[in-house]
């Protein structure tokens, strides 16, 4: 054989060996990398699914929030309306009841009005609600205001001594009005016929050095006050 014929030969061998271990390379990177192309596209995926149920929760947890929210925002106008609901009464019922230093202040002729009835309740310390004996006693003078012409209502809050003036006189206030808003819800008195007045501890009925004096002292008195000029009037019509 031919030197240029060996050298053919040579030639495509080295081809041959060359092209085999091209392919091998090839074949060797892609089985390594194979598998780190898919366990990146599977992080991929979790990556996108952890994505998508984060925003889930969070899609979620803003919902939450705006319904806790306008649930906040209504309640908080309910309470703004039920605050003004309260505001006016109180403002009504302050303009229909008549409050005063003392009866003489505010009524006129006075002189024309006698006393008729009264009755007195008591409450327990720094309280202001009715007990059922309370009402009962409230409930027995109401029924003597079925014949009484003209009349009017002093309503009279006391404390003992303990504490501060001004509490108090607001503790006196609070106590006659309670009385008030029994009188009138229960016997339907109309609120122009009271008139309340406040001391506070001023005016003492009995001695504070004693639980018995305190006790009598932490009252409201309710005197039945007559017109007797009205009165003598509708008898003399009547007759």
């Known amino acids: 054989m031919s030197g240029y014929q060996l050298g053919i030969l040579s030639l495509a061998a080295g081809l041959?060996?060359?092209?085999?271990t091209g392919c091998a390379t090839k074949n060797y990177v892609r089985n390594e990398t194979a598998p780190l192309v898919d366990r990146t596209n599977q992080l991929n995926e979790k990556t996108a699914a952890n994505n998508r149920q984060i925003h889930g929760v969070d899609d979620r947890a803003q919902s939450g929030i705006r319904?806790?929210?306008?649930?906040?925002?209504?309640?908080?106008?309910?309470?703004?309306?039920?605050s003004k609901a309260a505001g006016d009464a109180e403002s009504s019922a302050?303009?229909?009841v008549h409050r005063a230093?003392?009866?003489?202040?505010?009524v006129k002729g006075l002189d024309n009005y006698k006393?008729?009835?009264d009755v007195a309740v008591t409450f327990g310390f720094d309280k202001a609600v009715l007990t059922r004996e309370e009402r009962e006693q409230l409930d027995g003078f109401a029924a003597q205001l079925g014949s009484a012409t003209g009349y009017i209502l002093?309503?009279?809050g006391g404390t003992d001594s303990?504490?501060?003036?001004?509490?108090?006189?607001?503790?006196?206030?609070?106590?006659?009005?309670v009385v008030v808003q029994y009188l009138a819800s229960k016997h339907g008195i109309p609120?122009?016929?009271f008139y309340l007045i406040g001391i506070g501890k001023d005016k003492a009925v009995a001695p504070n050095t004693t639980a018995e004096g305190r006790k009598q002292n932490r009252r409201v008195e309710v005197r039945l006050l007559e017109n007797t000029v009205a009165a003598s009037t509708q008898t003399a019509t009547v007759q």
């Open 101 to 106: 230093d003392s009866l003489e202040s505010v």
């Open 191 to 193: 609120a122009h016929r």
């Open 154 to 156: 002093e309503v009279t």
């Open 162 to 177: 303990t504490g501060p003036a001004e509490y108090n006189y607001e503790l006196s206030q609070r106590r006659a009005d």
């Open 16 to 20: 041959a060996v060359a092209g085999a």
């Open 94 to 96: 302050n303009t229909a």
């Open 115 to 117: 006393p008729v009835a």
């Open 67 to 82: 319904q806790a929210q306008g649930s906040a925002d209504a309640a908080s106008r309910n309470a703004q309306d039920a």
